[in-house]
């Protein structure tokens, strides 16, 4: 309950360039779960496979999100790492098979229903944790 | 099929809509606004972090306007939806809605958070994502078959 412990919480992932990759990692986590929420409750019968990969993708977004803020590198890495993979394999097999994904998921086509930002992004979160030097406690 | 598709693409500009003056009109009209004025502020602030500028209470101000624009926007759908409006995609079409109140705040925090060029940043990309959600709701607003 104590919020005042001295030390400021640790941002350094979040502060920089950092700041806006994190306004884009929660913009894609309002859209992804706004759309996989309502797939799920409503037409969950449909395509439940291309809508439990919507919800994945939601929750990866949501995970980078918050380990992004909070500056949880390992976990930044495995997320921003499934994500790259995620839109990678999802794009290559939703151009394969197109009917296995009747209601696109975000991740269709390499995000193309989003400009691409989907496939560019995890690129970035990547080169940004790269970058982003272990500041020395 | 053609011509449904080529319709589609102005079902939404207001002036130039059938009916402009019915249900989709004020709808559509506020929405244009929104999308220009949201647009016009992200534009703003992407000129103001490449001059390294940081967020300032007059970029909050315009925010809140918009913002105040949004919820505007929010209680005229939920009015129309109540009232009978059946969108195509009516669950998703509320989705969005709520999506769209909460990005300008996420954005205005995140902002205040990082006084360097790279908090603007984040407030522009909140900003331009104001009127792709607000074109998103537009395709899902006409009711089916229209």
Known sequence: MDRRRG???????????????????????LAAGARSGVQLA????EAPVAYLLSALAAAIYLLATVALWSSRRAVAYGAIGVELAGVLAIGLFSLLDPAAFPDATVWSGFGSGYGYIPLVLPVLGLLWLRRQPHRTP | ???????????????????????NGMVGWLAGTLMAVSLAVAVWFLLLS???????????????????????????????LAGGHDPAERATFIGYLAASLI????????????????????????????????????????????
């Open chain 2, 1 to 23: 099929m053609g011509a449904g598709a080529g319709g589609a693409a102005v079902r939404w500009l207001p002036l130039e809509a059938k009916g402009a003056k019915g249900e």
């Open chain 2, 50 to 80: 490449r001059w390294d500028k940081s967020i300032q209470a007059v970029h909050l101000l315009a925010m809140a306007i918009v913002e105040l624009g949004l919820v505007g926007q929010a209680v005229v759908a939920t009015v129309q």
């Open chain 2, 103 to 146: 990005l300008l705040p996420i954005g205005a925090f995140l902002a205040v958070g990082e006084r360097s060029k790279w908090g603007t940043v984040a407030a522009a990309v909140t900003s331009l994502a104001v009127p792709v959600m607000i074109l998103r709701m537009l395709e899902l607003w006409s009711p089916t078959g229209a």
């Open chain 1, 42 to 45: 409503t037409r969950f019968d």
């Open chain 1, 7 to 29: 030390a400021e919480p640790r941002r350094e992932l979040a502060s920089g360039p950092g700041r806006a990759l994190v306004a884009v990692y929660a913009i894609f986590t």
